[in-house]
């Protein structure tokens, strides 16, 4: 069964310090990564996914995220963090075949100190 | 273009009782999945909906059940409420043409508590 581990439940950074968070995941085939964000009382918005190709992928908001398969990884990264960047993150694998259907993290909360 | 929209925003319900939700997508979306979202479980998926015809389900208990009307507008029903059915339930939408080529965008979610 596919899983995902957001080894970090709380991540604390300076506004303007760069950001990464961390997601591990298992799944026996290509998988379909995805992050998304949550601020307080909103629903989720999809930052960034990754189906194929270059392992690099760049998302709304400022983020980007690299694939790591020899590592299981699909870390988020941010060069520079914004106050407004302060809310809970997801990491999500998909089923291949193309349907959204997650298995999600149990997310990384981002404050951000000014 | 208006956003996902989900109706009631805030229930509270007593156990035993059943409880339907309401969501109603993008323009144009073909495509409506339900998301379970509880501090102890996290965010699980509940089961999608396309054409008015249910394509995938996730494992929960057929006390949770859905339908998708012709115009795309999606209800999801909870019978027999359980103090564990308390939850921000999610919904998205999506045009439904694969995830590889498509975007889901989120409601707002509506939020089950149950005493």
């Known amino acids: 069964a596919q899983s995902v581990t957001q080894p970090d439940i709380h991540i604390t950074v300076s506004e303007g310090a760069s950001l990464e968070l961390r997601c591990n995941y298992s799944?026996?085939?290509?998988?379909?990564l995805f992050w998304y964000v949550q601020s307080p009382g909103q629903g989720l918005q999809l930052l960034l996914k990754y189906f194929s190709g270059d392992t690099l992928v760049q998302g709304i908001k400022g983020f980007e995220a690299e694939f790591k398969r020899s590592q299981s990884s699909f870390n988020l990264r941010k060069p520079s963090v914004h106050w407004s960047d302060a809310a809970e993150y997801f990491c999500?694998?998909?089923?291949?075949?193309?349907?959204?259907?997650?298995?999600f993290g149990r997310g990384t909360s981002l404050i951000v100190h000014p | 273009k208006a956003g996902v929209t989900q109706t009631p925003r805030y229930l509270i319900k007593t156990r035993g009782q059943q409880v339907t939700l309401s969501c109603s997508p993008i323009s144009g979306h073909r495509s409506v999945s339900w998301y379970q979202q509880t501090p102890g479980q996290g965010l699980q998926f509940l089961f999608e909906?396309?054409?008015?015809?249910?394509?995938n389900k996730g494992n929960f208990p057929g006390r949770f059940s859905g339908r998708q009307f012709s115009n795309s507008r999606s209800e999801m029903n909870v019978s027999t409420l359980e103090l564990g059915d308390s939850a921000l339930y999610l919904c998205?939408?999506?045009?439904?043409?694969?995830?590889?080529?498509?975007?889901?965008?989120f409601g707002p979610g509506t939020r089950l508590t149950v005493l």
């Open positions: 998205a939408s999506s045009s439904g043409r694969g995830a590889d080529t498509d975007t889901q965008y």
């Open positions: 999500a694998v998909g089923l291949s075949g193309g349907s959204y259907i997650p298995t």
């Open positions: 909906y396309f054409s008015e015809t249910q394509r």
């Open positions: 799944y026996g085939a290509t998988p379909y």
